[in-house]
């Protein structure tokens, strides 16, 4: 599936602006759109955005002029601040473990927060990446969107694809439904249970519980 490109994606991004993590005006960042090649440019983009662990937002107008090192103005990579997750992938899940910055008040007794990032997480920063940040990254805006990886509707093949089966083989004894048709209803089935589960106001592990039965669901 399309797993590992997600995870590279989020290791990207930023997790709540959904800009690119790496300076823009650093020569390796132009030297790497350079490559004509959507997947190498993918590529050499993630490996400059790996490391970075915050999306390092505008420094104030009066901090520079206080500073005193230099009249030119320094380039603004204009991100939001926000503190990006290290993202594991543990089997079909992905998880995020935001880490808490050491010279943070109380910062030397507070644990690495872990939560699992769930598709609506990633398909809402997705969203947030622009068209011009979607082409320089190696992807299309046109034909191949990042929140286009995430299924958000599932298309049901007519049942010509799918017809029923002979049990015994002879074409005239009991007849089933397709494997694929009984897959169907188990995926219907379980985004039926989460949806009245959500609807009733359940807890949020309870719904959690069900969301993680979708992947045993899929052929």
């Not at 440019?41 to 206080?66: H, M, Q, S, T, Y």
């Not at 995020?96 to 872990?114: L, N, S």
Request: neutral net charge; aromatic residues 6%; glycine residues 8%.
């Amino acid at each position: 599936g399309f797993m590992t490109k997600i995870k590279k994606l989020l290791e990207m991004v930023c997790f709540s602006c959904g800009k690119i993590l790496v300076d823009e005006s650093l020569p390796d960042f132009a030297e790497a759109v350079r490559y004509r090649e959507p997947k190498r440019r993918f590529e050499a983009i993630w490996k400059l955005c790996k490391p970075k662990n915050v999306c390092e937002a505008d420094v104030p107008p009066e901090e520079n002029e206080g500073s005193g090192r230099s009249q030119e103005r320094p380039h603004q990579h204009g991100g939001c601040g926000y503190r990006q997750p290290e993202v594991r992938k543990e089997g079909l899940r992905l998880t995020g473990t935001w880490k808490v910055e050491k010279g943070e008040d109380d910062g030397d007794g507070r644990q690495p927060e872990k939560k699992p990032i769930s598709p609506a997480n990633v398909l809402e920063t997705f969203r947030k990446i622009s068209a011009e940040d979607i082409f320089k990254i190696g992807l299309s805006n046109d034909y191949a969107r990042p929140e286009w990886m995430i299924l958000t509707c599932l298309p049901v093949p007519p049942p010509p694809v799918r017809p029923s089966i002979s049990i015994d083989g002879s074409g005239q004894g009991m007849r089933s439904e397709d494997d694929l048709t009984f897959k169907l209803g188990d995926i219907i089935r379980a985004n039926g249970n989460v949806r009245r589960c959500e609807a009733e106001g359940s807890p949020a592990h309870v719904v959690s519980e069900l969301s993680k039965l979708f992947p045993n669901s899929w052929p």
